[in-house]
């Protein structure tokens, strides 16, 4: 077992593991952006919903500023021809502010307005809504181990990684499981990813209140037992992390994973301990040590 983990680490891209959605080409599948918008809006990294937010609202407010000018002497207190004052004229309308400073006058002007108004107040609780549920999204703020490592435990080698719950409340009726992907030629001749469970010695943990070591026994039953490097790296296998469980402190449900490839296995090594009891009681968990490994002896 010793000569399939200590052989040199692959250099094969990891197709599964967390590169983001847009890393990912889908031919044949339309992704309209207006038919699932609510998703997309959900989903965008904060950078690109803040910058599409600013871009639609500068956006709007132009369209609405140049019919304002386009009816000129209808908007009192707005100076005749001036592109900013019947932008700002909008933003204020947009927004149901009404200074009074300036204010319409005709018809035209009036109309515009009102469907400005009716339109701000669907622009703004929908910007509302998305805002909140941006902020209220459960997330599982989980750290796993930069690398998994292989373990000899009386002549019995095992898997493990380091998984730890960041938050002061604690993970409820949390489960974690590996799972071994690879790609499989078929007699057809084509190449399937199939999924193997990887079986635990605990895979359910009632409370993970800071950090924990999942492991998996490369024993007779093992999928991984008598497999050579050699053998992923052709199948460019990895090994896949979930861990699902419940926040205690808003009850929702929270999910996280991660996966490694092979290139971030490390044979006979394991995690340094990060949590220690003080005398007073107290317990300490050096989060800075987290990734640390020390050789067997």
């Given at each position: 077992m010793r000569a399939v983990w200590t052989a040199a680490a692959t250099r094969h891209p990891h197709v599964l593991e967390d590169r983001g959605h847009d890393t990912i080409v889908r031919v044949g599948q339309a992704d309209r952006f207006w038919s699932d918008f609510y998703h997309h809006a959900l989903t965008a990294r904060w950078s690109r919903f803040l910058y599409w937010s600013i871009a639609f609202y500068v956006g709007i407010n132009v369209v609405f500023a140049l019919a304002y000018m386009a009816v000129g002497s209808q908007v009192s207190g707005a100076r005749g021809g001036d592109f900013l004052d019947y932008f700002f004229f909008s933003v204020q309308t947009l927004s149901t502010v009404g200074y009074g400073v300036m204010a319409p006058v005709g018809r035209t002007a009036n109309l515009l307005a009102t469907t400005e108004v009716l339109g701000g107040m669907m622009i703004n609780a929908v910007a509302t809504g998305l805002v909140f549920a941006r902020f209220s999204r459960p997330r599982a703020r989980i750290m796993f181990s930069k690398r998994a490592v292989i373990i000899n435990d009386n002549t019995t080698p095992h898997l493990d990684v380091r998984v730890a719950n960041c938050r002061r409340s604690p993970i409820l009726s949390a489960d974690i499981e590996f799972s071994l992907a690879r790609l499989i030629p078929q007699p057809d001749g084509h190449v399937t990813r199939e999924f193997d469970s990887l079986p635990l010695r605990q895979s359910h943990i009632p409370v993970l209140r800071f950090a924990c070591l999942p492991v998996h026994v490369i024993d007779a039953a093992s999928p991984l037992h008598g497999v050579t490097l050699?053998?992923?790296?052709?199948?460019?296998?990895?090994?896949?992390?979930?861990?699902?469980?419940?926040?205690?402190?808003?009850?929702?449900?929270?999910?996280?994973?991660?996966?490694?490839?092979?290139?971030?296995?490390?044979?006979?090594?394991?995690?340094?301990?990060?949590?220690?009891?003080?005398?007073?009681?107290?317990?300490?968990?050096?989060?800075?040590?987290?990734?640390?490994?020390?050789?067997?002896?």
């Open positions: 050699e053998m992923l790296r052709a199948e460019e296998a990895e090994i896949i992390v979930t861990i699902t469980g419940t926040d205690e402190a808003s009850g929702q449900s929270v999910f996280a994973r991660t996966a490694y490839g092979f290139d971030r296995m490390l044979y006979d090594h394991h995690f340094v301990d990060i949590i220690n009891t003080n005398p007073d009681g107290s317990i300490t968990v050096d989060y800075t040590r987290f990734d640390d490994l020390e050789k067997c002896a």
